[in-house]
């Protein structure tokens, strides 16, 4: 079945870049999700990629998508300490359905 | 409403008792997903409202769990004789049009979740 994989935990210095990668399977999935999560908080919908796009730019958010390898990264520049919370990465089911499937989700610290 | 809303926010349940968790979606929103994050884990599919169709319950962990959505709006996840590994954050999310790409303004909004509830079984 389907499955996306994520490192658990990352840690870096305010100021610093951090990159948050993420694997997935299913090849047919369409869009690709970053999610966030504060402590106590709901999951707030960060940026997506749709899959015929290598990257995607938001302000300080960089998605790459290399769908050959099914590899999704998520990188923040400027980290700030408001920055720390889970982060998890969603493919969109291909079906018709259109569920999204969750990774376990990187705990991202960002010390001062 | 503007966003997904769940109540209760949080929930301390004795062992053995039943409850009831609701969620109400973004209003025409005719997708509706449970979900159960527990401490340390990811999300953990539980069951999936679409329309008048069938519910895909799939995700459901076992015959205690059942949920309803009734006038294809407002679900209510019931959890009976509870357990303590019940003990969970349960997200509830809304989405339009599942299985092809709404756009509004060019963006994909993907799921609309709920700030969840926080089910504590002693």
């Known amino acids: 079945g389907e499955d996306v994989e994520q490192s658990l935990f990352l840690s870096v210095r305010e100021g610093d870049s951090s990159v948050i990668n993420c694997t997935y399977t299913?090849?047919?999935?369409?869009?690709l999700y970053w999610y966030k999560q504060e402590p106590g908080a709901g999951l707030q919908l960060l940026t997506y990629?749709?899959?015929?796009?290598d990257m995607k730019q938001d302000q300080r958010l960089t998605v790459l998508l290399n769908k050959k390898d099914k590899h999704l990264s998520l990188r923040i520049a400027d980290t700030q300490t408001g920055d720390s919370a889970i982060y998890f990465c969603?493919?969109?089911?291909?079906?018709?359905?259109?569920?999204?499937?969750f990774g376990k989700g990187t705990k991202l610290s960002v010390k001062p | 409403g503007a966003g997904v809303s769940q109540s209760p926010s949080n929930k301390v349940t004795e062992k053995g008792k039943d409850v009831e968790l609701r969620c109400d979606p973004i209003?025409?929103?005719?997708?509706l997903y449970w979900y159960r994050q527990s401490l340390g884990q990811g999300l953990e599919f539980l069951i999936y409202?679409?329309?008048?169709?069938?519910?895909?319950k799939s995700g459901l962990p076992s015959d205690r769990f059942s949920a309803e959505r009734t006038g294809g709006s407002v679900s209510t996840l019931t959890i009976q004789r509870t357990q303590q590994e019940d003990s969970a954050v349960y997200l509830c999310?809304?989405?339009?049009?599942?299985?092809?790409?709404?756009?509004?303004?060019?963006?994909?909004?993907?799921?609309?979740f709920g700030s969840g509830t926080r089910l504590t079984v002693v």
């Open positions: 409202f679409q329309g008048n169709s069938a519910p895909d």
């Open positions: 209003s025409g929103h005719t997708a």
């Open positions: 999310a809304s989405s339009s049009r599942p299985g092809r790409d709404l756009r509004q303004g060019g963006i994909n909004y993907g799921y609309t």
């Open positions: 969603a493919e969109r089911d291909g079906g018709s359905q259109g569920n999204l499937i």
């Open positions: 990629i749709f899959s015929n796009m």
């Open positions: 299913d090849s047919s999935s369409t869009y």
